[in-house]
């Protein structure tokens, strides 16, 4: 996958669409900015976050916004 290529994925029976530029919200981590994903079963999310820096983080750990 090209790394500003969307990725789809489905997330609790929801078709969810994210490329990277886009917004996601983590529990712990706060607001975030993908990076790049990568696709799978359970795809990755590689975001940078404010407080933390770079996290890649399972798909379903995060909110997308």
Do not use: C, N, W
């Amino acid at each position: 996958m090209e790394r500003d290529e969307p990725a789809s994925f489905t997330h609790d029976g929801i078709e969810i669409v994210v490329r990277p530029g886009s917004g996601v919200v983590h529990k712990q981590f706060g607001r975030g900015i993908v990076e790049s994903i990568e696709p799978g079963e359970s795809p990755i999310v590689v975001a940078r976050f404010e407080r933390i820096g770079k996290k890649r983080i399972k798909s379903e750990y995060l909110e997308f916004e």
